[in-house]
């Protein structure tokens, strides 16, 4: 058959031109067979990374300047605010110092010489002025002193006159006896009646003289300690008990911060050409412009020549000066300021450059001595 062979041994089929295998499959040779990767991800990985670029040098360190930029922002804003709020706290203190100051002072001058009829400690008047240069401008702060009084106790009991003892509540004496209080120790009845002690046993007052008909204070009267206090500053950390400057009264430390205290005065009756020096219930014109006004208050004086002496005194125009404890080496707003006839700049030791470091508050305050000229 030409056009068609069959064959049994191999198992093929000829049908014209068509070759047919009928037989099992044909062995191939032996050769290695090629199997899919079983992680493609890999693949996948390194051919995704071939085609993606990194970041240059200097990319990098553009964002890294930015980064540091943003942190060195943030520092200053903190460091800012850190200090603003130093500077805010310190500014607080420093009105309350000068707040406190004023207070004291001007609480004492009001009440000065209360019940007072002679000497009271080193004060010969209820007022003493003490100008720190009397005779020309001030190179520093002034000093006063004042007959001020101290309640101490009330009277346990009633006293009838004529009397020359009194007893105080429990523990009355004890309680003052640290500052001072005791025998020689001048005191107000009631702020009317003076008495001086002369002995003392337990809270059993012996007085130096009998007080006389008609008196009679029943008990629970206010007995007050008449005590001559003087305000002057401390610019020494040793008279300070710390930070200087500072207000003190009898030597110790009430106010800190406070540099200056500058006080002038008004008076009645301390002109010889006005009134004859005689007191008649207004304040001498010192400028001769028939009104009261600023220049009508001597601030430089020594007070001690008739008719210009202090039981004259009528009124006091008080000024406190107070800065804040540390030196801000970025302020420098604060210019010399002349208060009363004192200028800083001439102050032993001046220099504009610390001078202007400090910021500082000035509070004026001008109030009426009650008790002088009644």
Same mark, same amino acid.
């Given at each position: 058959?030409?056009?068609?062979?069959?064959?049994?041994? $191999?198992?093929?089929?000829?049908?014209?031109?068509?070759?047919?295998?009928?037989?099992?499959?044909?062995?191939?040779?032996?050769?290695?067979?090629?199997?899919?990767?079983?992680?493609?991800?890999?693949?996948? @990985?390194?051919?995704?990374?071939?085609?993606?670029?990194? #970041?240059?040098?200097?990319?990098?360190?553009?964002?890294?300047?930015?980064?540091?930029?943003?942190?060195?922002?943030?520092?200053?804003?903190?460091?800012?605010?850190?200090?603003?709020?130093?500077?805010?706290?310190?500014?607080?203190?420093?009105?309350?110092?000068?707040?406190?100051?004023?207070?004291?002072?001007? @609480?004492?001058?009001?009440?000065?010489?209360?019940?007072?009829?002679?000497?009271?400690?080193?004060?010969?008047?209820?007022?003493?002025?003490?100008?720190? +240069?009397?005779?020309?401008?001030?190179?520093?702060?002034?000093?006063?002193?004042?007959?001020?009084?101290?309640?101490?106790?009330?009277?346990?009991?009633?006293?009838?006159?004529?009397?020359?003892?009194?007893?105080?509540?429990?523990?009355?004496?004890?309680?003052?006896?640290?500052?001072?209080?005791?025998?020689? @120790?001048?005191?107000?009845?009631?702020?009317?009646?003076?008495?001086?002690?002369?002995?003392?046993?337990?809270?059993?007052?012996?007085?130096?003289?009998?007080?006389?008909?008609?008196?009679?204070?029943?008990?629970?009267? +206010?007995?007050?300690?008449?005590?001559?206090?003087?305000?002057?500053?401390?610019?020494? @950390?040793?008279?300070?008990?710390?930070?200087?400057?500072?207000?003190?009264?009898?030597?110790?430390?009430?106010?800190?911060?406070?540099?200056?205290?500058?006080?002038?005065?008004?008076?009645?009756?301390?002109?010889?050409?006005?009134?004859?020096?005689?007191?008649?219930?207004?304040?001498?014109?010192?400028?001769?412009?028939?009104?009261?006004?600023?220049?009508?208050?001597?601030?430089?004086?020594?007070?001690?020549?008739?008719?210009?002496?202090?039981?004259?005194? $009528?009124?006091?125009?008080?000024?406190?000066?107070?800065?804040?404890?540390?030196?801000?080496?970025?302020? #420098?707003?604060?210019?010399?300021?002349?208060?009363?006839?004192?200028?800083?700049?001439?102050?032993?030791?001046?220099?504009?450059?610390?001078? +202007?470091?400090?910021? $500082? $508050?000035?509070?004026?305050?001008?109030?009426?001595?009650?008790?002088?000229?009644?």
């Amino acid at each position: 058959m030409s056009e068609a062979t069959m064959s049994d041994e $191999r198992g093929t089929m000829n049908v014209g031109r068509l070759r047919l295998e009928v037989g099992g499959p044909k062995q191939l040779p032996h050769t290695s067979i090629l199997r899919p990767q079983t992680s493609g991800r890999s693949a996948f @990985s390194l051919q995704r990374l071939s085609g993606e670029r990194g #970041h240059s040098l200097v990319e990098l360190m553009f964002g890294l300047g930015i980064a540091l930029a943003a942190i060195a922002a943030g520092y200053t804003v903190a460091s800012t605010s850190d200090k603003t709020s130093v500077v805010n706290d310190q500014t607080a203190q420093l009105q309350q110092n000068v707040r406190i100051a004023m207070n004291l002072v001007s @609480s004492d001058i009001k009440t000065a010489g209360y019940g007072m009829t002679g000497a009271v400690g080193a004060c010969g008047q209820a007022i003493v002025p003490a100008d720190n +240069q009397p005779a020309g401008p001030d190179s520093g702060p002034d000093s006063v002193s004042l007959v001020t009084p101290t309640p101490v106790g009330t009277l346990a009991a009633q006293a009838t006159a004529p009397f020359s003892a009194i007893t105080l509540g429990a523990g009355s004496v004890a309680n003052y006896s640290s500052e001072g209080f005791g025998v020689g @120790s001048v005191l107000s009845i009631g702020g009317a009646t003076p008495a001086t002690v002369n002995a003392v046993a337990g809270d059993s007052l012996t007085l130096a003289a009998t007080v006389g008909l008609p008196v009679v204070y029943p008990a629970g009267t +206010q007995i007050f300690w008449l005590r001559c206090v003087t305000y002057s500053i401390g610019t020494t @950390s040793a008279a300070c008990s710390g930070n200087a400057p500072c207000l003190l009264r009898n030597g110790s430390a009430v106010a800190e911060g406070i540099e200056d205290l500058q006080l002038a005065y008004a008076c009645d009756g301390c002109v010889a050409a006005i009134n004859g020096a005689v007191a008649d219930g207004i304040i001498d014109d010192q400028n001769g412009t028939s009104t009261f006004d600023t220049a009508d208050f001597v601030s430089n004086n020594a007070w001690g020549v008739a008719p210009m002496t202090p039981d004259k005194i $009528r009124m006091v125009r008080i000024t406190v000066i107070g800065r804040q404890p540390r030196q801000d080496p970025n302020w #420098h707003g604060t210019s010399p300021t002349t208060v009363e006839d004192h200028d800083p700049t001439g102050d032993t030791g001046y220099t504009l450059a610390t001078y +202007q470091q400090f910021r $500082r $508050r000035i509070l004026t305050r001008t109030v009426q001595a009650r008790n002088l000229g009644l």
